[in-house]
């Protein structure tokens, strides 16, 4: 039997008016690797910052005991001071400074004041051997892929003398190859004695590596699950996790027949933004029809938020050339307002950077795209109006807040992407391009997004589907096309369609290549 | 009432600027042993500060967006000197040679507008830019001396009263009727619109709160007129900032054009892809910021009834401040008109009186810094516990 590493006894955390955290009793054994698992809102968070000194000893109640020893931390620091590191889901490196800057920020290696660089690069590279990242300390982590800088957060970590790691969803922005990478770091780091929690939405992950799950509900535990053997299913993590078993994970859509051709891209090649010489997007042929849901898949670097935005009234790229029909019409769209204003649109992947005003409110975000559906001919409001139109939409997508004035940066993921489909939904295009249109939005919120996407394929629309969850695509999609190096490398119906299919026309296009 | 609780913390920012004004007219109506208010200070205070609050208001544009325009105190001189010289030195008439300056002002918006939206020069360079070259071009212009004195109908223009028709003996009926027009004219278009909110079938205020409101801006706006009419009634400048603080009010609350400035200083990028010229867009702020340049640089030219080669220095400083202490974001997106007049009078007040109690301007200038701190301090602070 394994040492107790970490117990937190009783924890209730409440803010103004919510309970977060109701008596919640968490315990990790030492060398394990603990994952923590519920909806968004469920407590996952608060726990953790509990557990890190974000939220002081204090404001909450109950006990954490560390290794034996009674905590009380007041800052970050006393939390880091005993090996307990946490790293968020937003990365905190900072752009400009090299990888060895980066890792001891906060904790230079310096004398009375003045930084030992050799010790900071020697030590670096040390760490960067144990996590088998290959790049020299010196380069600018800017330069580096959002995969790699998450490795150099953990070579942070590590040079802290971790204990406990506590990662936040490290594996939301990569793509599988690098999540594989860091997911077999993890094992590594628990084979020389290092015991992490990680959080996760990817519970296909969570099977593969943790030894323990806990599932929080509404701020309580509800179960620790043994996955020693490796056993537990994803299925069975769910039904913790919603409280009921999810039958389908996607809505069904009942039968239907193809309608006309919407969209269709013949040729389609466009250059990079600043060296148009380099092409992202080669030479791509497809086309989508009315009610059908398109689903478009490939790895990260692909080229399909590159293909959908610049289809989008060239918003990426340069030196475009091909043809674009919509509706059978060719259409030439030089702006992303002439694409709106000839029936398209797209949802970003990026919702709080490129989607969404968040201080801004609900109202305004969704009427953003179609002001000029609420105003007469010179250019006046109506507020009521747009209120109204407001009010409907969002009792529609059932996005949960008491009115239409709360502002979208308070919001959950789930309802901020809800609000951001409710502006497309007023604007009434004929093909949407919904680029990750669940990213980090728990299994409640995804699936309620589906039920909407078949609820716009019913009513005609035609849909362009990226995502990189392939359960996601092959469980929505009607059609799927396979995108590698900015080409398109095959076409799948739904029923010859599943991940070993599609991952077929990834190595194949790649050997050719080669 | 939890309801009311609601309304007053959301405009929380707005009630805490009106109630900073109030306590500092009423702290300097005490010093000043009841000078502040009197009906020749308070038109003083009208005509000392309307060219800063006209900036103001195009200021608050450019805030909007995110960014601030340091060039408008050195367009404002220009515009003056251009003016001077067609009036005075060419004997150009008049009313051409004002809107010679405003389409001049519109010109020179333009040429920092290109820049800055469509080359993407940051606007605090291009501006920089022009507050040099401008200053320049207006020494070059006035030979380094001052023009003066101007034509009698455009100092008239600027700096006279509305005339009292209706006479009166040391009490300006004329004046007091205007205001009693535009306050039934107020109080229809609020009644009027609280009609159309409930036939929405939305939530509004009870009436008895209403009218308590309607009461309140009618005393508050009956006694200011009150103490001018007892001087010489409403002046110029105060019916053309009123227009525009009620023009610019309107394009940045009701108007499509507006929201897409509140949405471009709110995300930028969110703003491009739901379908809005961001370009143009930011263009035209700057295009009417030189407008705004333009009608400042015109009313300062007639209070000074000259076109001097110092005229306009640290306006820019003024009008962005006012900004700021009216609540405007840095960082764009938050902002509004009434904000930036509130504090531009806050600014106003300060100067006044400072100067009637004797405060000499070397700490005026420390007095007016530590406030402009203050209030913006105020909003993070807020911020920071709405945010928790």
């Not at chain 1, 990662?167 to 084979?191: G, V, Y």
């Not at chain 1, 993590?237 to 009942?254: A, H, L, Q, S, Y």
């Not at chain 1, 990213?439 to 990226?466: F, H, Q, S, T």
Request: aromatic share 8%; net charge neutral.
């Amino acid at each position: 039997m394994a040492k107790t590493l970490l117990r937190m006894k009783s924890i209730t955390k409440t803010f103004p008016g919510v309970r977060a955290l109701n008596d919640v009793c968490f315990d990790v054994e030492e060398g394990e690797i603990h994952a923590l698992v519920g909806e968004n809102g469920a407590g996952k968070s608060t726990l953790m910052n509990i557990l890190s000194g974000v939220y002081p000893f204090g404001s909450y109640e109950g006990e954490i005991v560390f290794d034996g020893e009674t905590c009380v931390f007041n800052t970050i620091k006393d939390s880091e001071k005993i090996g307990i590191v946490i790293i968020h889901q937003e990365l905190a490196l900072v752009p400009y400074l090299s990888i060895a800057e980066n890792v001891f920020l906060g904790n230079e290696r310096a004398r009375r004041g003045v930084i030992d660089w050799s010790e900071t690069y020697a030590r670096t590279d040390d760490l960067l051997k144990q996590i088998r990242l290959h790049e020299n300390p010196a380069t600018i982590t800017k330069d580096l892929g959002v995969g790699k800088q998450q490795l150099v957060e953990i070579a942070k970590a590590i040079s802290k003398d971790v204990r406990l790691l506590i990662l936040d969803e490290p594996t939301a922005a990569l793509n599988d190859e690098d999540s594989n990478n860091l997911l077999n770091l993890l094992l590594d780091l628990k084979k020389k004695g290092i015991t992490s929690i990680i959080i996760s939405h990817k519970l296909n992950e969570v099977e593969k590596i943790a030894d323990r799950i806990t599932v929080i509900r509404d701020g309580a535990v509800i179960e620790t699950l043994d996955n020693a053997t490796k056993n537990i299913r994803e299925d069975r993590i769910i039904k913790g996790m919603v409280g009921r078993e999810i039958v389908d994970r996607f809505p069904k859509r009942p039968p239907h027949a193809r309608g006309d051709l919407a969209l269709e891209v013949r040729d389609w090649t466009v250059g990079d933004p600043l060296f148009f010489d380099r092409k992202k997007i080669k030479g791509v042929s497809f086309n989508v029809h009315k009610g059908e849901v398109v689903g478009l898949v490939g790895l990260m670097g692909a080229g399909r938020t590159e293909l959908a935005m610049s289809l989008f009234g060239r918003s990426y790229g340069s030196d475009f050339s091909g043809c674009l029909f919509l509706g059978g019409q060719s259409a030439t769209l030089h702006s992303p307002k002439e694409a709106i204003a000839r029936g398209m649109a797209y949802v970003t992947e990026d919702r709080k950077s490129a989607g969404l005003i968040l201080i801004d409110d609900i109202r305004h975000n969704i009427s953003l795209a179609s002001l000029g559906k609420l105003s007469d001919k010179r250019g006046v409001l109506d507020e009521n109006k747009e209120i109204t139109v407001a009010e409907d939409l969002r009792k529609k997508m059932s996005i949960k807040t008491p009115s239409v004035f709360q502002k979208v940066g308070n919001l959950s993921g789930g309802n901020q992407q809800k609000t951001i489909l409710a502006r497309w939904l007023f604007a009434n295009p004929d093909v949407l391009l919904l680029d990750e249109p669940t990213r980090g939005i728990d299994v409640g919120a995804k699936y309620e997004i589906y039920c909407i996407i078949n609820e716009l394929a019913a009513m005609g629309k035609a849909i362009v589907l990226i995502s990189s969850e392939m359960p996601e695509v092959l469980g929505m999609s009607d059609r799927i096309y396979v995108m590698n190096e900015g080409r398109f490398v095959g076409e799948l119906d739904r029923e010859s369609a599943s991940q070993e299919a599609i991952m077929k026309c990834i190595m194949q296009s790649n050997r050719e290549v080669a | 009432m939890r309801k009311l609780k609601e309304m007053f913390m959301m405009n929380i920012r707005q009630y805490a600027m009106m109630l900073a004004l109030l306590f500092i007219v009423l702290l300097f109506q005490y010093l000043t042993d009841g000078v502040l208010l009197r009906p020749l200070n308070l038109t003083n205070i009208i005509q000392q500060n309307g060219y800063i609050l006209i900036l103001a208001i195009g200021m608050l544009l450019c805030i909007l967006t995110g960014n601030i325009d340091l060039s408008v105190g050195s367009v404002a001189a220009f515009v003056g000197a251009v003016g001077g010289t067609l009036m005075t030195v060419w004997k150009w008439p008049v009313i051409p040679s004002i809107l010679a300056c405003l389409v001049l002002g519109i010109l020179i918006g333009c040429w920092q507008g290109y820049w800055i939206a469509y080359f993407r020069i940051p606007a605090f360079i291009v501006t920089l830019a022009g507050m040099l070259c401008f200053r320049g071009l207006t020494l070059v212009m006035l030979k380094g001396q001052t023009l003066a004195p101007m034509p009698d109908l455009f100092r008239k223009l600027f700096t006279t009263f509305i005339p009292d028709v209706l006479g009166g003996e040391g009490l300006n009926y004329t004046a007091l009727t205007i205001v009693a027009v535009l306050l039934c004219a107020f109080a229809f278009f609020e009644l009027r619109d609280r009609q159309n909110k409930k036939a929405y079938g939305f939530e509004v205020a009870p009436f008895p709160f209403w009218v308590m409101k309607i009461l309140l801006v009618a005393a508050v706006v009956t006694a200011f007129t009150y103490q001018l009419a007892r001087y010489r009634g409403i002046p110029m400048v105060l019916v053309l900032l009123g227009a525009l603080v009620l023009i610019y009010s309107f394009i940045t609350r009701k108007t499509v054009f507006g929201r897409h400035v509140y949405a471009f200083g709110g995300n930028e990028k969110a703003a491009k892809l739901s379908g809005i010229d961001t370009n143009k867009v930011f263009f035209l702020v700057y295009a009417n910021m030189g407008l705004m340049a333009a009608v400042a640089g015109l009313a300062f030219m007639g209070r000074l009834n000259a076109a001097s080669p110092v005229a306009g220095v640290n306006f820019e400083l003024d009008a962005i401040g006012a900004c700021f202490i009216g609540g405007a974001s840095a960082s764009g997106g938050i902002g509004t008109v009434t904000g930036a007049i509130i504090g531009g009078l806050i600014m106003g007040v300060l100067n006044n009186g400072m100067s009637i109690v004797g405060v000499s301007i070397d700490w005026q200038q420390v007095v007016k810094g530590l406030v402009l701190l203050a209030a913006v301090a105020f909003d993070v602070y807020t911020k920071k516990k709405t945010a928790k």
